[in-house]
């Protein structure tokens, strides 16, 4: 079973902000939370991945509450390029140790 | 860097036929490479791990006889599907982290995917 849980779906409008929440009540004090995005028939890409503290990058950022029970992840100005399914897995940060995917939310980004 | 390359992007075969997909770490060497499956509309699922210079771990409900997977090198993994009937029609897509334990080295990065149709 997935330790994550999402929103099956969410719009957004181009150049507005995306935040895509992520609930993972019982994540463990190793795991990591990971967000990758598929956009449609394409390999999964890489987002962003973090512990406890708050991560940016150049394509997004990753909000971690305190608890470390949910987490939002941002896309500061979306594109229609954005739109795909955005998944969020917690994972130990070890070599060997595969993603188990879950439905992921499916982000449509309109002009 | 960190690339995944998946080759053949698609293929289409006759049931009964036998296909290879071939999933390579361009840049960095993987001992270890996971190989997915994803129906059309759901979500991936975990098929199998595969280490270099042993056998693969299966996930249940998953069979090795018709999933053959072979990690020669540590740049190489292939996935068989044996005898290949139209319910094996799938995209398969495979995974690969760098050896080593650094916080940077344990993000998975996945191939383009292979596009398999058994007629």
């Known amino acids: 079973d997935a330790k994550t849980t999402q929103p099956t779906s969410m719009d957004c409008a181009e150049g507005r902000a995306a935040n895509l929440p992520c609930n993972h009540s019982?994540?463990?004090?190793?795991?990591?939370v990971y967000w990758y995005r598929q956009i449609h028939s394409q390999g999964p890409q890489y987002i962003i991945h973090g512990l406890k503290n708050n991560e940016t990058n150049e394509m997004a950022s990753l909000i971690i509450t305190e608890d470390r029970k949910s987490s939002t992840l941002i896309l500061p100005h979306a594109t229609l390029r954005d739109t795909a399914v955005y998944y969020c897995?917690?994972?130990?940060?070890?070599?060997?140790?595969?993603?188990?995917f879950g439905k992921g939310t499916t982000l449509s980004v309109s002009s | 860097g960190a690339v995944v390359s998946q080759h053949p992007s698609w293929v289409i075969c006759k049931s009964g036929t036998s296909v290879k997909i071939e999933c390579r770490s361009l840049d960095f060497q993987a001992t270890t490479m996971f190989w997915y499956r994803q129906f059309p509309k759901q979500s991936l699922m975990l098929m199998a791990t595969s280490n270099e210079g042993s056998k693969a771990t299966y996930e249940q409900g998953v069979e090795k006889d018709k999933f053959l997977i072979n990690h020669a090198s540590l740049t190489l993994s292939t996935l068989t599907v044996t005898s290949a009937h139209p319910e094996d029609s799938s995209f398969y897509i495979c995974?690969?982290?760098?050896?080593?334990?650094?916080?940077?080295?344990?993000?998975?990065?996945f191939g383009a995917g292979s596009r398999l149709t058994v007629l």
């Open positions: 897995i917690v994972r130990v940060n070890q070599a060997g140790t595969a993603l188990i």
């Open positions: 019982t994540i463990s004090g190793n795991e990591y």
């Open positions: 995974s690969a982290n760098r050896a080593g334990y650094a916080l940077g080295a344990n993000v998975l990065t």
